[in-house]
Protein backbone atom coordinates (compact mmCIF):
# COMPACT_ATOMS: atom_id res chain seq x y z
CA UNK A 1 0.00 0.00 0.00
CA UNK A 2 1.41 3.05 -0.83
CA UNK A 3 1.51 5.98 1.15
CA UNK A 4 -1.71 8.37 -0.22
CA UNK A 5 -3.74 5.20 -0.24
CA UNK A 6 -2.83 4.43 3.37
CA UNK A 7 -3.48 7.59 4.68
CA UNK A 8 -7.18 7.13 2.90
CA UNK A 9 -7.62 3.62 4.30
CA UNK A 10 -6.41 5.67 8.09
CA UNK A 11 -9.09 8.08 7.24
CA UNK A 12 -12.02 5.67 6.42
CA UNK A 13 -11.45 3.75 9.40
CA UNK A 14 -11.31 7.23 11.78
CA UNK A 15 -14.61 8.11 10.00
CA UNK A 16 -16.15 4.78 11.08
CA UNK A 17 -15.31 4.71 14.55
CA UNK A 18 -16.48 7.87 15.16
CA UNK A 19 -20.32 7.60 13.28
CA UNK A 20 -20.75 4.14 14.84
CA UNK A 21 -19.13 5.92 18.39
CA UNK A 22 -21.65 8.66 17.90
CA UNK A 23 -24.69 6.67 17.16
CA UNK A 24 -24.22 4.37 20.39
CA UNK A 25 -24.10 7.56 22.44
CA UNK A 26 -27.46 8.60 20.61
CA UNK A 27 -29.10 5.04 21.34
CA UNK A 28 -28.26 5.39 24.95
CA UNK A 29 -28.88 8.95 25.42
CA UNK A 30 -30.64 10.17 28.30
CA UNK A 31 -32.79 13.49 28.51
CA UNK A 32 -32.08 13.88 32.49
CA UNK A 33 -33.95 17.48 32.42
CA UNK A 34 -36.78 15.54 31.62
CA UNK A 35 -36.49 12.62 33.50
CA UNK A 36 -36.51 15.13 36.39
CA UNK A 37 -39.53 16.72 35.67
CA UNK A 38 -41.36 13.44 34.47
CA UNK A 39 -40.55 12.95 38.42
CA UNK A 40 -41.29 15.87 40.08
CA UNK A 41 -44.73 16.53 38.50
CA UNK A 42 -45.63 12.75 39.45
CA UNK A 43 -44.20 13.51 42.96
CA UNK A 44 -42.72 9.89 42.60
CA UNK A 45 -39.61 12.10 44.98
CA UNK A 46 -42.52 10.72 47.95
CA UNK A 47 -41.12 7.33 48.35
CA UNK A 48 -38.28 7.32 46.03
CA UNK A 49 -34.69 9.23 45.90
CA UNK A 50 -31.90 8.53 43.50
CA UNK A 51 -29.45 6.88 47.00
CA UNK A 52 -31.75 6.88 49.79
CA UNK A 53 -34.28 4.40 50.91
CA UNK A 54 -37.87 5.66 51.43
CA UNK A 55 -40.83 3.84 51.48
CA UNK A 56 -39.64 2.35 47.83
CA UNK A 57 -36.25 1.62 46.77
CA UNK A 58 -33.32 4.32 45.62
CA UNK A 59 -33.24 4.11 41.95
CA UNK A 60 -29.65 2.76 42.54
CA UNK A 61 -30.23 0.17 44.27
CA UNK A 62 -33.52 -0.70 40.79
CA UNK A 63 -30.57 -0.06 38.43
CA UNK A 64 -28.17 -2.64 40.68
CA UNK A 65 -30.99 -5.27 40.86
CA UNK A 66 -31.73 -5.20 37.26
CA UNK A 67 -28.39 -4.88 35.64
CA UNK A 68 -27.26 -6.72 33.05
CA UNK A 69 -31.12 -7.71 32.54
CA UNK A 70 -32.48 -7.94 28.74
CA UNK A 71 -35.78 -7.17 29.90
CA UNK A 72 -35.43 -4.60 32.81
CA UNK A 73 -36.79 -1.77 30.74
CA UNK A 74 -40.00 -3.58 29.80
CA UNK A 75 -40.12 -4.93 33.40
CA UNK A 76 -40.14 -0.87 34.58
CA UNK A 77 -42.45 0.70 31.71
CA UNK A 78 -44.41 -2.41 33.22
CA UNK A 79 -44.02 -1.35 36.61
CA UNK A 80 -44.90 2.12 36.30
CA UNK A 81 -47.96 1.64 33.82
CA UNK A 82 -49.95 -0.68 35.45
CA UNK A 83 -50.15 -0.06 38.94
CA UNK A 84 -49.04 -3.18 40.39
CA UNK A 85 -49.62 -3.93 43.81
CA UNK A 86 -47.12 -3.27 46.48
CA UNK A 87 -46.91 -3.52 50.03
CA UNK A 88 -45.61 -0.34 52.40
CA UNK A 89 -45.08 -1.65 56.06
CA UNK A 90 -46.64 -4.69 55.66
CA UNK A 91 -49.82 -2.44 54.07
CA UNK A 92 -50.67 -3.92 50.23
CA UNK A 93 -51.48 -1.08 47.71
CA UNK A 94 -51.54 -0.24 43.94
CA UNK A 95 -48.28 1.35 42.69
CA UNK A 96 -48.83 4.97 41.34
CA UNK A 97 -49.35 4.77 37.72
CA UNK A 98 -47.35 7.29 36.08
CA UNK A 99 -49.00 10.34 34.03
CA UNK A 100 -46.94 11.02 31.35
CA UNK A 101 -47.83 12.11 27.71
CA UNK A 102 -46.57 9.48 25.59
CA UNK A 103 -44.58 6.08 25.85
CA UNK A 104 -41.38 7.71 24.99
CA UNK A 105 -41.24 10.37 28.08
CA UNK A 106 -41.60 7.19 30.39
CA UNK A 107 -39.19 5.18 28.74
CA UNK A 108 -36.85 7.96 29.08
CA UNK A 109 -37.49 7.91 32.43
CA UNK A 110 -36.51 4.06 32.61
CA UNK A 111 -33.52 4.51 31.13
CA UNK A 112 -32.42 7.67 33.39
CA UNK A 113 -33.72 4.98 36.65
CA UNK A 114 -31.44 2.01 34.78
CA UNK A 115 -28.16 4.32 34.43
CA UNK A 116 -28.33 5.48 38.23
C1 LIG B 1 -46.52 5.77 47.97
C2 LIG B 1 -45.10 5.51 47.69
C3 LIG B 1 -44.66 5.41 46.25
C4 LIG B 1 -44.83 6.32 45.24
C5 LIG B 1 -45.57 7.64 45.27
C6 LIG B 1 -44.09 5.80 44.09
N1 LIG B 1 -43.52 4.61 44.41
FE1 LIG B 1 -42.28 3.52 43.23
N2 LIG B 1 -42.25 2.03 44.61
C7 LIG B 1 -42.78 2.11 45.88
C8 LIG B 1 -42.51 0.88 46.60
C9 LIG B 1 -42.92 0.55 48.03
C10 LIG B 1 -41.79 0.05 45.70
C11 LIG B 1 -41.24 -1.35 45.96
C12 LIG B 1 -42.19 -2.37 45.36
C13 LIG B 1 -41.67 -3.77 45.52
O1 LIG B 1 -40.46 -4.00 45.49
O2 LIG B 1 -42.50 -4.65 45.70
C14 LIG B 1 -41.64 0.83 44.47
C15 LIG B 1 -40.94 0.37 43.39
C16 LIG B 1 -40.55 1.18 42.34
C17 LIG B 1 -39.59 0.83 41.34
C18 LIG B 1 -38.83 -0.50 41.25
C19 LIG B 1 -39.66 -1.53 40.55
C20 LIG B 1 -38.93 -2.84 40.42
O3 LIG B 1 -39.35 -3.63 39.54
O4 LIG B 1 -37.96 -3.11 41.11
C21 LIG B 1 -39.46 1.91 40.51
C22 LIG B 1 -38.55 2.04 39.31
C23 LIG B 1 -40.38 2.92 40.99
N3 LIG B 1 -41.04 2.45 42.08
C24 LIG B 1 -40.54 4.15 40.39
C25 LIG B 1 -41.49 5.08 40.78
C26 LIG B 1 -41.81 6.27 40.02
C27 LIG B 1 -41.11 6.70 38.75
C28 LIG B 1 -42.81 6.89 40.70
C29 LIG B 1 -43.57 8.14 40.28
C30 LIG B 1 -44.38 7.96 39.09
C31 LIG B 1 -43.09 6.11 41.89
N4 LIG B 1 -42.29 5.00 41.88
C32 LIG B 1 -44.01 6.44 42.86
C33 LIG B 1 -43.45 3.20 46.42
C34 LIG B 1 -43.84 4.33 45.71
Do not use: W
Amino acid sequence: MNHVKFSHFLRALLAVGLTSGALAAQAQAVDVAAADALLLSNKCAKCHSVDKKKDGPAYKVTATKYKGKADAEAKLFTHLTTAPTIEIDGVKEEHQKIKAKDDAEVKNLVKYILSR
